[in-house]
């Protein structure tokens, strides 16, 4: 831990790079920054807000002279992972979100260029103001959430394209030593307009691929990199479904995975929901009967599903064929098309447009919600909790896996908000939401508990995380390629000064109490 004397130094040199403005100490401010949406985590002993590459740069080499660790956030809109607290005591928050501009826009190519602080609501509003014939998929969270710091945590977005982590390249990134290196062919001297063009639209250099390797890993700061669009389809549908009851989600998974094995339906572009994810982004606890919260009345499920298509007789096709292996199998259907009646396309989630529908869920145990959507369940004091097992794509594992996490749920008083996100015909990405009220007494011991028990099962059944938060995931087995990152670690960041105790080791250990 650093001693005062330490924090002082880095202090007084931090002022000299960022200028009294960008950097923040005062106990207020602090805590603020160390609020999380559960019990774990630490506020930091000053905030710092960079403008652009070389005062991050700089920050950093003042940091491992004095020692001081920094924990740098995109715009720490990660509620339920661990928002902007700290792993540990005595850090230092590097917010990054003034470094929020759009750099470059290949407007042939598809592909833009981003710096962290910029967050999905941004790209949506420029490219549609650019007319442009590609979008960037939305994810489900905060529409003022940061594209890359989404995309370093390997999440997802829904359609096609919905990859954020694969669809993300070409990285700027600062080392531990204030050194700048650059992924993909950028790393290359190279110069001219046609090599800059490839360096923006390659994903893979010759050589080994660092973009993966600082995907949730704490080896480097990322101060740019190059998102992918997708192409805006001439068509876009969405079919919705209700499945029923547990007992039928292995015929229907059956023939969910045929539609995407088959083409009709692209990776990222089918969720499964259970009712109370429905419920909760739609209502509060408190206002929804005794009778619809039972272990009965929730254990009901829905698809949903994007269709695109670049022409009218092929999204109609596609419609007809995804009807037609779904036959019989689901009890409710609704179609919605992205178009008006006059044929003007609807700015929709489907299409990039972001909204922060899917975050009232986060109030579901509080008294009330924002009247304004003016969400922030940091300050608003809610409980969040997410729990996040990778699935293969067959039924017999959905069904075990959901089970796992529904016991865990009810055996603690909690409603159980399941959902499963497609990211191919193999393997479903899932989550168990735990949400609850931080005022209640006794609240966040009582969904830890259940968060451990739910992730020990389903890792004692082969279902492993594939994100985790500053709460960490007790139960992990051994790791041997954590000699290997321990090794790429040190020589990335000598000092051990970029986020140390984040994805170093997963074996779940506590961090303490957030502010």
């Known amino acids: 831990m650093n001693n005062g004397r330490n924090i002082a130094a880095a202090l007084e040199e931090w002022r000299g790079i960022l ?36 005062q991050v740069a700089a920050c950093v080499r003042a940091a491992a002279l ?48 981003l710096q962290p602080g910029t967050s999905f609501a941004q790209v949506d509003r420029f490219l549609r103001r650019q007319k442009a014939r590609f979008y960037l998929p939305a994810i489900g969270g905060a529409a003022q959430s940061s594209v890359i710091g989404n995309a370093l945590e390997r999440g997802e977005a829904f359609g096609p394209g919905g990859d954020r982590g694969g669809e993300t390249y070409d990285l700027e990134m600062v080392l531990g030593t204030g050194e700048i290196v650059h992924s993909a062919f950028s790393r290359f001297r190279a110069e001219g307009a046609a090599f800059q063009r490839l360096a923006q639209a390659h994903k893979r250099a010759i050589g080994p691929n660092l973009d993966g390797l600082v995907q949730q890993g704490n080896f480097a700061i990322v101060t740019g990199a190059t998102v992918a669009l997708t192409p805006l389809p001439e068509f876009t549908i969405s079919l919705v479904g209700r499945i029923g009851t547990s007992d039928k989600l292995p015929a229907a998974i059956h023939a969910l995975r045929s539609l995407l094995r088959e083409d009709i339906v692209a990776p990222y572009a089918m969720s499964i929901w259970n009712q109370c994810k429905i419920l909760a982004r739609d209502a509060l606890f408190r206002d929804v009967p005794a009778s619809a919260l039972s272990r009965d009345a929730l254990d009901s499920w829905s698809v949903s599903m994007v269709l695109t298509a670049p022409n009218a007789m092929m999204a109609e096709a596609r419609t007809r064929t995804a009807g037609m292996v779904l036959n019989g199998l689901l009890e409710e259907t609704q179609i919605l098309r ?38 922030d369940p940091d300050r608003d004091r809610c409980g969040v909790l997410w729990l996040c097992p990778a699935i293969p794509f067959t039924g017999e594992d959905v069904v075990r896996a959901v089970k796992i996490m529904n016991e865990a749920a009810f055996d603690f008083g909690f409603e159980p908000n399941i959902g499963l996100h497609a990211l191919s015909h193999r393997c479903f990405n899932a989550f168990l939401a735990l949400v609850y009220d931080r005022d209640a007494p006794g609240e966040d011991e009582r969904a830890m508990a259940c968060h451990d028990r739910a992730a020990e099962e389903l890792i004692a059944a082969g279902y492993l995380p594939y994100r985790q938060g500053l709460q960490g995931i007790p139960g992990m ?12 670690k040190r020589a990335l960041d000598p000092h051990g000064i970029i986020a140390p105790g984040r994805y170093e080791g997963f074996q779940g250990a506590r961090h303490g109490k957030g502010g």
């Open 19 to 54: 200028g009294d403005g960008a950097l923040t100490h005062d106990h207020a401010a602090l805590e603020a920054a160390g609020r999380t949406t559960f019990a774990a985590g630490h506020a930091p002993v000053a905030v710092l807000r960079p403008q652009d590459r070389d």
């Open 66 to 113: 004095h020692g001081v660790p920094l924990y740098p956030v995109s715009r720490g809109r990660n509620w339920g992972f661990g928002s902007k607290a700290c792993p540990r005591p005595g850090m230092a928050l590097m917010d990054l979100g003034a470094m929020d501009r759009i750099t470059g826009f290949d407007a042939d190519l598809g592909t833009l260029r």
């Open 338 to 375: 992205d178009r008006d009646e006059k044929g003007e396309r609807i700015p929709t989630i489907l299409t990039g447009t972001p909204d922060d529908r899917n975050l009232r869920s986060l109030y579901w145990r509080k008294d009330h919600a924002p009247e304004n959507e003016d969400y």
């Open 477 to 488: 087995p051994e790791d041997d390629a954590a000699g290997a990152f321990g090794a790429i």
